[in-house]
């Protein structure tokens, strides 16, 4: 499935959630019109589905009661604990339904309030755990590092590590979320 930079980016909304929560993921499925991601939180066994509308039924743009309703049904007969859709846009009464389920929802205009220090907490403990799978350790030192030098970065992970650096300093969330999302791809490639 080839995704649009919107559907990407709604596919991205749901990997930082998962990282940011510290889920573990253990499945993923692509549909036609979905990404799911099946997780679990690092302290219990509970099964939580986070689903990425990456294409609407409807013309209009906006995720409809129709979706919310099957997703509750979905949750239901698959034994989840609770879910966490992902779309552009809702309608209003979509949002009613939302509210009386277990279900949690993200988009543009419902922001998912990461803020700078669990960002930039995320991001810190992916450069080690990076590090570690990349270098067999976390460097103690700066100068300790390879991936830096004569002004030259020859490592993803240091770039990225440096440049967080800057945007918490600078308070840039945006930059951070972004920062982020490169661990992650970095993290699957490795």
């Known amino acids: 499935m080839v995704l649009s930079l919107s559907d990407e980016e709604t596919v991205n909304t749901a990997k930082l959630i998962s990282a940011l929560r510290d889920y573990e993921k253990t499945k993923t499925n692509s549909k036609e019109k979905r990404v799911d991601f ?5 302290d219990n066994d509970k099964k939580i589905l986070i689903r990425a509308i990456t294409e609407t039924k409807s013309k209009s743009g906006y995720v409809g009661v129709e979706t919310i309703r099957e997703m509750v049904s979905f949750l239901e007969k698959k034994n989840y604990d609770k879910g966490i859709i992902i779309a552009k846009k809702f309608t209003a009464s979509a949002k009613k ?14 922001s998912h309030n990461f803020t700078l220090d669990r960002l930039f907490f995320t991001i810190t403990k992916y450069v080690e755990k990076l590090c570690i799978a990349k270098c067999g350790k976390v460097p103690a030192e700066e100068s300790d590092c390879k991936g830096h030098s004569d002004d030259n970065y020859s490592c993803d992970i240091r770039l990225i590590s440096d440049n967080a650096d800057f945007h918490n300093e600078k308070g840039w969330k945006d930059f951070l979320e972004r920062d982020l999302i490169k661990l992650l791809q970095i993290e699957k490639e490795l």
């Open 38 to 42: 099946t997780v679990t939180p690092s």
């Open 97 to 110: 339904e939302v509210k009386k389920s277990n279900i949690e929802l993200f988009s543009d205009t419902y």
